[in-house]
């Protein structure tokens, strides 16, 4: 597995994951309009295919950086890579590349019912520090504010 910024080609199997990952997935749009935001940075986890002689696309994270908090906007793996480390390595990525930037914080909202995700966010250093009411407007859900200090322990 690698990680590379994420490309035109891309695009079409991020649009996969997405609507196979989540029950209200981004639209086609939203996720063209956030692969031009200019605060934003995103990346994809790709595993070499032999059979094909090619990369092929497994999981993506969109984040974006607002002065020193490097925010999870989205992340996916593909449902043949879940539960296999895939997901800790792209976040694990992710927060080093967030240090780089000098993030000292990272922060996400999470569905209380994506308890898988909730896992991978605690296992991963994450505490869950608030809640937003009627975050998600389709089903006026509450989220869960999840964070995780990028600061080097001394």
């Known amino acids: 597995m690698f990680f590379s ?4 080609e891309d695009l079409e199997t ?7 990952a989540f029950a209200q997935p981004w639209t086609r749009q939203a996720i ?3 692969l031009s935001c200019r605060d934003a940075s995103q990346y994809v986890a790709k595993t070499f295919l032999q059979s094909q002689a090619h990369s092929a696309v497994i999981a993506y994270i969109f984040v974006r950086f607002l002065t020193d908090e490097m925010h999870i906007m989205k992340i996916a793996v593909e449902s043949h890579w879940r539960n296999r480390g895939t997901g800790t390595a792209l976040l694990r ?5 967030g240090q780089r930037r ?3 914080t990272v ?3 999470v569905r209380p019912s994506n308890v898988a995700a909730i896992r991978l966010y605690e296992k991963s250093g994450f505490q869950t520090i608030g809640i937003r009411p009627n975050y998600y407007p389709q089903t ?8 995780k200090s990028l ?3 001394p």
């Open 140 to 147: 006026g859900e509450t989220a869960l504010v999840m964070s």
């Open 151 to 153: 600061k080097e322990e």
């Open 14 to 20: 991020i649009i996969t994951i997405e609507k196979n």
């Open 93 to 97: 990525f992710m927060q080093t590349e």
């Open 32 to 34: 063209i309009d956030e």
């Open 5 to 8: 910024p994420v490309s035109a």
């Open 107 to 109: 922060l996400l909202e």
């Open 102 to 104: 000098e993030a000292t």
